[in-house]
């Protein structure tokens, strides 16, 4: 150790004490204690001892409760406990064993057997302490590393997110919008028994990261197409709804480079797939009805025209909250899941929260 260990010295015998000091400072800092009541008290104050050497059999409080006293408490636990007694029976050993001591020397004090004894397990002490010390290090390079790695995360699927929108003058800040509606249904959501095996909290962090991938297929559609003014025709529209196929090819095609198959952006691809399926399988690309439909797709799609009802369009005025609300929920069971459709009644104004913090300006 860099610095002289300090060492304990809890007996009731002064003899004891007198000869344990004389052979332990010379190496160590050692300080003392003439009962258990003290010993704590000692431990409590300032930087804990390195070490403690215990007698067992003291008045009121014997070096068994004394040990376990210390091991029940977070900072004293790890502190190396050596007996000191003349109790020689098997059960006795065990009974200190079991309470967590680390070794046992019997009286009389054999001095070559006291110092090699506290010599080794002082330096088994600053092994443990320095493995502990290098987890420690190592967990916080973990726990930053994932943070980052999140945060990258997070950063890509905006990014993404942002590109298609960008294209798309009229959508302001509709990716905060939906990503935070999305979030607030899949919470609200979380304890019902349809959906609780889903909506794990990580699951609910990912639908977060991934909602802004929903639109992302914009960037396939032509201009002509995407910012056209007036209404689309047949031809028009059919292009415009493959914005989906866009959308999920694009990201299909970024997972190839990760390994996991249930990576961060595989509900990205979902969402920008599926989120135009309707429950009454009247939506598109592929005419799913029902449960058949991701939740992911689900909750975006009431999102999205949560969102788009009360946004500003060419083609209409922003509607209000409470007009919103009433087609959401006119449309049950034919565009939307009932069981989502109800988890948004429930935390309306919550959305309406959510739009007034993220409006976009005039």
Same mark, same amino acid.
């Given at each position: 150790?860099?610095?002289?260990?300090?060492?304990?010295?809890?007996?009731?015998?002064?003899?004891?004490?007198?000869?344990?000091?004389?052979?332990?400072?010379?190496?160590?800092?050692?300080? +003392?204690?003439?009962?258990?009541?003290?010993?704590?008290?000692?431990?409590?104050?300032?930087?804990?001892?390195?070490?403690?050497?215990?007698?067992?059999?003291?008045?009121?409080?014997?070096?068994?409760?004394?040990?376990?006293?210390?091991?029940?408490?977070?900072?004293?636990?790890?502190?190396? +406990? *050596?007996?000191?007694?003349?109790?020689?029976? +098997?059960?006795?050993?065990?009974?200190?064993?079991?309470?967590? =001591?680390?070794?046992? *020397?019997?009286?009389?004090?054999?001095?070559? *057997?006291?110092?090699?004894?506290?010599? @080794?397990?002082?330096? &088994?002490?600053?092994?443990?302490?320095?493995?502990?010390?290098?987890?420690?290090?190592?967990?916080?390079?973990?726990?930053?590393? @994932?943070?980052? *790695?999140?945060?990258?995360?997070?950063?890509?699927?905006?990014?993404?997110?942002?590109?298609?929108?960008?294209?798309?003058?009229?959508?302001?800040?509709? !990716?905060?919008? @939906?990503?935070?509606? +999305?979030?607030?249904?899949?919470?609200?959501?979380?304890?019902?028994? #349809?959906?609780?095996?889903?909506? @794990?909290?990580?699951?609910?962090?990912?639908?977060?990261?991934?909602?802004?991938?929903?639109? !992302?297929?914009?960037?396939?559609?032509?201009?002509?197409? &995407?910012?056209?003014?007036?209404?689309?025709?047949?031809?028009?529209?059919?292009?415009?709804?493959?914005?989906?196929?866009?959308?999920?090819?694009?990201?299909?095609?970024?997972? #190839?480079?990760?390994?996991d198959p249930d990576n961060f952006l595989s509900i990205g691809?979902? !969402?920008?797939?599926?989120?135009?399926?309707?429950?009454?399988? =009247?939506?598109?690309?592929?005419?799913?009805?029902?449960?058949?439909?991701?939740?992911?797709?689900?909750?975006?799609?009431?999102?999205?025209?949560?969102?788009?009802? !009360?946004?500003?369009?060419?083609?209409?005025?922003?509607?209000?909250?409470?007009? =919103?609300?009433?087609?959401?929920?006119?449309?049950?069971?034919?565009?939307?899941?009932?069981?989502?459709?109800?988890?948004?009644?429930?935390?309306?104004?919550?959305?309406?929260?959510?739009?007034?913090?993220?409006?976009?300006?005039?």
């Open positions: 150790m860099s610095e002289k260990a300090t060492i304990l010295i809890v007996d009731d015998t002064p003899d004891n004490i007198s000869l344990l000091n004389g052979l332990l400072k010379e190496t160590y800092k050692t300080k +003392v204690a003439n009962t258990g009541e003290k010993a704590l008290k000692v431990v409590s104050m300032g930087s804990p001892p390195d070490l403690i050497l215990l007698d067992i059999m003291m008045p009121e409080m014997d070096g068994y409760e004394v040990c376990q006293r210390l091991k029940e408490s977070e900072s004293t636990r790890e502190i190396p +406990v *050596i007996f000191l007694t003349a109790k020689t029976q +098997v059960e006795d050993e065990q009974k200190g064993f079991d309470l967590g =001591a680390v070794d046992y *020397i019997h009286k009389p004090i054999s001095p070559p *057997i006291l110092l090699a004894r506290v010599r @080794t397990h002082l330096k &088994l002490k600053e092994a443990n302490d320095f493995l502990r010390d290098q987890n420690q290090i190592l967990e916080d390079k973990v726990e930053l590393r @994932t943070k980052q *790695i999140g945060q990258l995360q997070n950063v890509t699927m905006i990014a993404m997110g942002a590109m298609a929108e960008s294209r798309d003058p009229e959508t302001g800040n509709h !990716i905060r919008r @939906t990503q935070h509606f +999305v979030k607030l249904l899949a919470s609200h959501l979380k304890n019902h028994p #349809k959906f609780r095996n889903y909506l @794990t909290p990580d699951r609910i962090e990912l639908l977060y990261k991934s909602s802004p991938l929903h639109d !992302i297929g914009k960037v396939g559609v032509p201009d002509q197409i &995407l910012l056209k003014p007036g209404r689309l025709t047949d031809e028009e529209f059919a292009e415009m709804k493959r914005h989906t196929v866009y959308g999920r090819n694009a990201i299909k095609a970024a997972e #190839k480079h990760l390994d691809r979902e !969402i920008a797939y599926y989120h135009h399926e309707k429950w009454d399988g =009247a939506g598109y690309m592929e005419g799913l009805a029902g449960e058949d439909i991701p939740i992911s797709a689900r909750l975006m799609a009431l999102a999205d025209v949560y969102d788009a009802l !009360i946004s500003k369009r060419v083609y209409k005025p922003p509607f209000p909250h409470e007009k =919103a609300s009433d087609i959401i929920k006119e449309s049950a069971g034919a565009h939307f899941d009932p069981d989502i459709v109800n988890a948004f009644i429930e935390i309306s104004d919550k959305f309406n929260e959510v739009a007034k913090t993220f409006a976009d300006p005039d």
